[in-house]
């Protein structure tokens, strides 16, 4: 058995965290590597798109190859779920961004679509009124915070933030230090501080502005969405 066959069985029998690590190997591995990647895609088509599908799908995306192109046109034309809205808000462009891992311009675009789903008032005064957030539709945050978390290999997204706040106690001077948003008596500065990459801590994104208060966080968090989908 050579090596790539050593690493598609590898890969076809180990556990997600694993899976998430030996895909990097797969691309290393060249076309043979892409088309194991591609054949795992295919398998799981109909199934609901987990961690290991949005880092295969992520990489063939990237790969600089017409043959993936021409793979992902050919089943994955709309991408690997459904970017539903509510209120008729395209988020295909949040998308492209989280696919790239240009973090830094993807937490920018979230605010604004946020904005954008408050409402008029809201999208011109450029942030939110914790009341706004208590009226978001589930259906459109569902959306957002699950392409955070298949681009970001589970690390960012509003429902990882929740699961931290909760564990620490709904405490939010606990949550601040965990996440990175808080250092001592400093908070981070907008935007060098902060990390745009995988390094970040588990949480770090997408960001909210602070100097308002918890209130917006506080309701984001404890939206009715995330214990819909727990």
Known sequence: MDNISQLASQFQSSS???QLQLISKLV????????????????RQS??????????YQVLYLADSSKTQEFLQTYFNGGIIPLKSEQN???????????RQDFQNADTLTR?????????????????????????????LNTINRLWALYSEGKFGFSVQRQI??????DF????????????????????????????????????????GV???????????????S
């Not at 706040?165 to 709904?170: D, E, H, R």
Request: charged share 25%.
């Open 112 to 140: 604004e679509k946020l904005c954008e789903l408050a409402g008029v008032a809201a999208k011109e005064r450029k942030w939110l009124y914790f009341t706004e957030v208590d009226n978001f539709p589930a259906t459109d």
């Open 215 to 229: 209130q917006v966080i506080k309701s984001l968090l404890s939206h009715p969405v995330w214990s819909q989908n």
């Open 16 to 18: 997600e965290k694993n």
């Open 28 to 43: 290393s591995s060249g076309d043979r590597g892409l088309e194991v990647l591609m054949e795992f895609l295919r398998e």
């Open 173 to 212: 001077s606990k949550l601040w230090p965990t996440i990175g948003w808080k250092s001592g008596n400093n908070w981070t500065r907008y935007p060098d501080q902060f990390t745009w990459d995988l390094s970040a801590p588990k949480g770090h994104l997408p960001l909210l502005n602070q100097l308002r």
């Open 165 to 170: 706040w909760l564990s620490l106690g709904k």
């Open 89 to 99: 808000i395209d988020y295909e462009p949040l998308q492209q961004l989280l696919l």
């Open 47 to 56: 199934e609901p798109a987990n961690l290991v599908v949005g880092k295969a």
